[in-house]
């Protein structure tokens, strides 16, 4: 059944580069046919999701067409792609704080319409983001389309096949190493066959634990501090990855994920060229920028690795 509706964004918005930024919410949806699609569910059925924006257009509508095997109500579907895409962010109270701090106003011109690509699915931005660790964009997002593949429900939309993340309940039971699986019971491919390396046993527990014993929907309705405890709990999850789960996964705005290079980028704007340690970084990052932090990485990332900076911030000697 064919759903069709449009969407007018508050203020500017890139869906292009929204989609590609690598935030570890899940990977860039698939772009076919001058849309970019993607299976998610609303209400609880599966529904094929085409987004489309006219290029160059930030302040223009988005198009949406939908595909799903029963009747999707406009108004739950808008919703979810509005939660999706952060589309109801006020980027204008974000750009004047920006534009107030000298070392970070080259971002807003840079990254304008950038915003939050939100989960749809939690357990899928968890599972991202633990992939994530010490790896590219490229090999995470690989091996995160290889494991939805495997396991994931199947759409069939003109014929391609589109594909669901796992359930917490499949992803504990897949075999671990090729010499686990068993083909009696139709198992065919591992979990380390997916190039997950080192952080296939954590997703494995990952997913045991919230299987049996975390309820990750409540997640966002916690208070910053108790919600990052309850995940650093979860095996695989360090602070960086913490703050990733809770921003991209929840939308909560005060997460400031630090990695190496974040590090390197704000001792370079801030602490002239001082070697941090990442709570410092990460304590800093949250009471200068409040709640815009996580946008604010988001920004300064994406602004460094596309300006060049990145490649001047060489590792200390």
Known sequence: MKTTLQIQPEGPFNLDLTIKSGQTSQPPWKFKSDRFWELIKVDGKLCLVGVHQKPGDLNGPIMVEAESKGPVKKDVLRSKLLEIFSLEDDLSELYKFLESDEKLKPTVDFCRGLRIF?????????????????????????????????????????????????????????????????????????????????????MKKAARMIHEEINITTLGEMNYHDAFKTVLSIPGVGP??????????????????????????????????????????????????????????????????????????????
């Open 118 to 202: 939100k989960a749809h699915d939690p357990f899928e931005c968890i599972i991202s983001s633990i992939c994530s660790a010490n790896n590219s964009i490229l090999r995470w997002s690989r091996s995160i389309r290889k494991i939805k593949e495997n396991w994931g429900e199947n759409f069939d939309f003109k014929g391609e096949t589109f594909h669901t993340f796992p359930s917490p309940e499949v992803l504990m039971k897949v075999p671990e190493h090729d010499e686990e699986m068993e083909p009696c019971q139709g198992q065919t491919y591992s979990l380390k066959s997916c190039g997950v390396g080192y952080r296939c046993s954590y």
């Open 240 to 317: 960086k990855v913490a703050d990733c789960i809770l921003l991209y996964g929840y939308g909560i705005g005060r997460a400031f994920p630090v990695d190496v290079w974040i590090g390197r980028i704000l001792s370079h704007l801030y602490f002239e060229g001082e070697d941090l340690k990442p709570r410092k970084v990460r304590n800093f990052g949250m009471e200068h920028f409040g709640e815009h932090a996580g946008y604010v990485q988001l920004y300064l990332f994406h602004y460094a690795r596309k300006s060049g900076l990145l490649k001047t911030l060489k590792p200390k000697k």
